[in-house]
């Protein structure tokens, strides 16, 4: 048996291709992007919830996207949708995490289909490879082009299941506004050198130490993004890192209640995420593979009882989040808004995760209104 087999299912095959297929059809995360008719193809040929049944239903279509973006002319704009949509595909035959080896093809794939969309980017997307103790950190760089003087940088940490190439297409859109963005796999997840432990925001220091030898990149205006489980690790860096920031955002990010063995028995089976939560979460641990062992390692990481609450954070800061939220509760949003340095805060009374809504206020349109618009607002009022 896998390990991952331990923990709790959160819905039975039929749930888990209804809900699916729902998401899919509103355009809502994890199925942003993939196209309703190829989704309700790919789920007509998963009949269990083995995982690597799961992986090769989604890979085929990706298989197609790529054999199209081979035929099409290389570094046009068809190849580059071909292969953007190949990685959509692949990555959600990965998701949450490469559980199994039918998920860690998908992932390669999904790397390799990322990267073929990307030879054509305009601005260019480079592939930065940070040294870091014996191993490296894998990120992706883009910067706008013909700016005068120095540009702002996003430091764009992915979450649980999220990943350095959502990082980067999602903030890619700034780069009109003279704006670059860093994306990376936070510890435990993707490409990421390290797993989660002590003192591992070492690894986003070792970022910002890069970051700030590029000579484009204007010092005084890095402002670091975390959604999610990367939301933690942001309200780790605006504290650590207060002097080398000017800004941070915090979409729905773990604070102390979400590690808490109560609390967390129920979130490994929350409706709202759509399968394999306490798995994805158990990866990201050297050592960890039953729910018991999950359960007795993850209260290490309160912010609050190692005292990053009460420190100073970097200010400004934008705080993001829903009321409903079964992953993160807002106990812990309003446990980070009302300690230590002034924050600005965008919360949802009828947002889940990450503020989203079924209608309404999914991930793009809390980006477009509310994350964009504040990144612009600060850095204009700087200026």
């Known amino acids: 048996m896998n390990a991952a087999d331990l923990f709790p299912i959160t819905r039975t095959l039929e749930e888990l291709k209804a809900e699916a297929q729902a998401r899919a059809d509103r355009n809502g995360y994890p199925l942003a992007g993939l196209v309703p008719d190829e989704v309700r193809e790919a789920l007509s040929k998963v009949h269990s919830l083995d995982r690597d049944e799961w992986a090769a239903a989604w890979s085929a279509i990706g298989d197609r996207y790529v054999e199209k973006g081979k035929s099409s002319p290389q570094g046009s704009a068809d190849a580059r949708t071909a292969f953007m949509q190949a990685w959509r595909y692949y990555s959600f035959a990965r998701w949450p995490v490469p559980i199994g080896a039918g998920k860690e093809r998908a992932y390669r794939k999904a790397l390799d289909a990322f990267l073929a969309a990307a030879q054509s980017l305009d601005p260019p997307l480079e592939v930065v490879r940070i040294p870091f103790e014996g191993k490296e950190i894998v990120g992706y760089l883009r910067l706008p082009k013909n700016v005068e003087g120095k540009v702002p940088l996003i430091v764009a940490i992915g979450g649980l299941d999220s990943r350095k190439e959502d990082m980067i297409e999602r903030f890619g859109v700034l780069l009109s506004t003279g704006i670059g963005s860093f994306g990376f796999d936070m510890p435990g997840t993707g490409e990421a050198p390290i797993k989660i432990g002590p003192n591992a925001e070492r690894m986003f220091s070792a970022v910002i130490d890069y970051v700030l030898t590029r000579p484009e990149i204007d010092a005084g205006k890095i402002i670091v993004y975390g959604g999610s489980f990367g939301g933690h690790w ?3 860096l605006a504290v650590t890192e207060r002097e080398r920031l000017f800004g941070a955002i915090v979409q ?12 967390l028995e129920k979130a490994f089976v929350t409706k709202e995420y759509l399968f394999d939560r306490g798995p994805a979460i158990a990866s990201m641990y050297d050592g960890v593979s039953t729910p018991a ?3 007795q390692r993850a209260p290490k990481n309160s912010l609050l009882t190692q005292g990053y609450l009460e420190r100073p954070s970097v200010e400004p800061m934008l705080v993001i989040a829903g009321e409903h939220d079964t992953q993160v509760p807002i106990s812990d949003i309003n ?4 300690s230590g340095s002034p924050k600005w805060s965008w919360i949802n009374p009828n947002g889940g995760h990450m503020g989203r809504e079924t209608k309404g206020w999914v991930d793009p349109v809390i ?3 509310v994350t964009a618009p504040w990144i612009l607002q600060v850095l204009s009022a700087n200026a």
Not at 252 to 263: I, L, R, Y
Not at 335 to 338: D, G, P, R, S
């Open 293 to 295: 062992e999950l359960l």
């Open 234 to 236: 942001g309200i780790r």
């Open 252 to 263: 729905s990010g773990p604070v102390h209640t979400a590690f808490q063995p109560e609390f």
């Open 367 to 369: 980006f477009r209104k």
């Open 335 to 338: 446990l980070l808004i009302h």
